[in-house]
């Protein structure tokens, strides 16, 4: 049976690391999660392309990778957030961190594999991924694929801003009296020249994320796709499973105050059993399943399986 019969994606996201916090998270439309704690006021927006997963009914695509900014990504998390203290540059991390110790299901070389990312993606990201609870983080000044600086206080939004046959498309930059913060600090307008000018450890200490400021962020990339569950490292390359490592826990992406271990904002993409789904959709057999949520992907899932017994 192909994996994306025996699992569905779920995607929730929420203040802390409780998800029975968490709201699910409505993929691929325009409708975001809100977001109000002690420390920030945030909306997310996440997009999954070719997405088959909860809740029922989920767009399968989003107008985002039709915009001349994103046709060959895969995935975009994007979200605004106000922070209701400030925070250090250097302390406002983004990345992945997992409860408990991966390393068992690391594939060999990884450390390898870890050092030709750094190099070629982000050399801002560090962590310890053989510890009991792995993480990955990068300064989000530097690794954040668009950093927008907004207004203080915020902007409203435009009127019909979030209209479902459209998607707001963060871009690189500012806008009102956040123009003035980039001009002031230097910071290059170009997204690779704000992040090699953010590698420098002095100038991320001198950034503050201001109380009451409004910041605009999307990070997305192309090797990751979620329908497959798999990573894409190259145009005409096979995927590569990533299942066969998996242990489970679901994919963590987290904003993070790195003074005070503090996290902002966590969003998880878990892979949910599909009988457990099955309860939640009330849905009685698998074959509805596959019917209800991927519409008419029945013969290629059936495609898949056979391949997968050729290959067995």
């Keep these: 049976m192909a994996y994306h019969e025996q699992y569905i994606l779920k995607v929730t996201a929420?203040?802390?690391?409780?998800?029975?916090?968490?709201?699910?998270?409505?993929?691929?439309?325009?409708?975001p999660i809100n977001i109000a704690s002690e420390h920030l006021d945030a909306r997310i927006h996440i997009r999954v392309k070719d997405y088959r997963g909860l809740p029922?009914?989920?767009?399968?695509?989003?107008?985002?990778?039709?915009?001349?900014?994103?046709?060959?990504?895969?995935?975009?998390?994007?979200?605004?957030?106000?922070p209701k203290r400030s925070i250090n540059g250097q302390d406002l991390v983004f990345g992945n961190d997992f409860d408990h110790p991966i390393r068992d299901r690391l594939p060999p070389l990884f450390d390898k594999a870890f050092?030709?990312?750094?190099w070629w993606i982000d050399p801002g990201l560090d962590g310890d991924v053989y510890g009991?609870?792995?993480?990955l983080y990068g300064p989000l000044l530097s690794s954040i694929n668009v950093l927008r600086i907004g207004n203080k206080p915020p902007n409203k939004p435009a009127e019909g801003e979030e209209k479902e046959g459209e998607a707001v498309v963060y871009e690189e930059g500012a806008e009102g009296d956040g123009v003035d913060v980039r001009q002031d600090l230097a910071i290059p307008a170009g997204t690779a020249l704000r992040q090699k000018h953010f590698l420098n450890e002095a100038k991320r200490k001198d950034f503050t994320f201001e109380e009451g400021r409004e910041y605009k962020c999307d990070f997305?990339?192309?090797?990751?796709?979620?329908?497959?569950?798999?990573l894409r490292i190259g145009y005409g390359l096979p995927a590569i499973s990533i299942i066969g490592h998996w242990?489970?826990?679901?994919?963590?992406?987290?904003?993070?105050?790195?003074?005070?271990n503090t996290?902002?904002?966590?969003?998880?993409?878990?892979?949910?059993?599909?009988?457990?789904?099955k309860k939640e959709l009330g849905i009685e057999s698998a074959?509805?399943?596959v019917e209800k949520v991927y519409g008419g992907e029945k013969k290629e899932t059936k495609a898949a399986e056979s391949d997968d017994a050729e290959l067995d």
């Design 14 to 31: 929420g203040a802390t690391y409780d998800t029975k916090k968490h709201e699910d998270v409505y993929v691929n439309t325009e409708k």
């Design 56 to 82: 029922k009914g989920s767009p399968s695509t989003s107008p985002y990778f039709s915009t001349p900014q994103h046709p060959y990504d895969r995935y975009s998390i994007s979200f605004s957030f106000t």
């Design 115 to 118: 050092g030709i990312v750094k």
């Design 132 to 135: 009991d609870e792995p993480y």
């Design 220 to 230: 997305f990339n192309p090797y990751l796709d979620f329908n497959e569950f798999a």
């Design 247 to 260: 242990d489970g826990q679901p994919l963590r992406y987290v904003l993070k105050d790195r003074s005070s």
């Design 263 to 277: 996290e902002l904002l966590v969003i998880i993409f878990q892979l949910i059993p599909t009988e457990e789904a």
């Design 287 to 289: 074959e509805d399943m």
